[in-house]
């Protein structure tokens, strides 16, 4: 099976491309990319950005599908008005399940997304998404409204379904309690992933990561709920087995090995909402 990654490069290699295509890999998946930025980032942080032109960023979307049998397709970081617009226009005319993490701030707080581009990424490519993964931060900033318990995050998610996408993951990695819950909404069900909190610092990249897993499981063939669910286990246990690696004092890189280590068994509780 072959999947495709529409992302920015991570030069520190736990987040972007890099996260995405060591998923893919792990979950037996073949990856394909169009790198839309170059990032000059390590754990002590995004340094600098250097966006790829659209036209090239076109032209490299325009060539892997044109020769690969893609099944499903996932986007990151794309940056800028211009390269949204590209890529929402050549993915219209595909049937590809299109899983769309929408990437707007790094996890030491540098801006991945111009303001300007969050409404094109709305109106351009939502109408063509079949997941959504935003974690709160960026469903804040999705329907302009503060989320602080479940009631928000549900009220968010009917938004978010309301502006196209099929169906939305809403990660609880920023609220507090003793379990990380992600919400799932669907105009045919809903549902709650559940795994213990970890208490580490050790978290760059898990967005990217969550939603490759979600990827290469969509491209393998599961459904969106099992898939949903096993990308949750994939990210839960690289969370758990962090690598310790980089001299920042921030956010090191999650541990891509740790799913296939341990066979994907962990505690993960799934209800109905």
């Known amino acids: 099976m ?3 990654t ?6 520190g290699g736990g987040a ?5 295509l060591k998923t893919f890999q792990e979950l037996g998946v073949f990856g394909t990319t169009v790198i839309t930025a170059l990032t000059d980032q390590n754990t002590l942080g995004v340094h600098g950005i250097f966006e790829v032109p659209s036209s090239f960023v076109q032209q490299q979307l325009q060539t892997v599908l044109d020769d690969f049998s893609i099944k499903a397709i996932k986007t990151g970081m794309l940056f800028s008005t211009e390269i949204i617009e590209v890529v929402a226009k050549i993915i219209q005319q595909q049937n590809i399940p299109l899983i769309v993490d929408p990437v707007m701030i790094a996890k030491g707080g540098a801006s991945l997304l111009q303001d300007v581009a969050v409404k094109t990424l709305i109106e351009k490519l939502f109408p063509y998404t079949t997941i959504c993964t935003p974690n709160i931060p960026e469903a804040e900033l999705l329907t302009g409204r503060q989320i602080k318990n479940v009631e928000d995050i549900e009220k968010a998610a009917q938004e978010i379904l309301q502006m196209g996408v099929e169906c939305v993951v809403i990660k609880g990695g920023h609220l507090d309690g003793e379990y990380a819950t992600d919400r799932v909404y669907s105009r045919l069900n809903s549902f709650s992933i559940t795994t213990p909190r970890i208490q580490t610092k050790d978290t760059h990249g898990t967005g990217c990561t969550f939603s490759a897993a979600l990827t290469a499981n969509i491209a393998k063939g599961l459904s969106i709920k099992e898939s949903i669910i096993e990308a949750k286990k994939f990210i839960h246990l690289a969370i758990a087995t962090p690598l310790h690696i980089g001299h920042g004092h921030g956010h090191g890189p999650t541990n891509h090995f740790a799913y296939n280590c341990q066979q994907g068994i962990c505690e993960v509780e799934v209800s109905e909402l």
């Open 2 to 4: 072959i999947a495709l």
């Open 16 to 20: 972007g491309i890099q996260a995405d």
């Open 6 to 11: 529409v992302a920015g490069s991570d030069s």
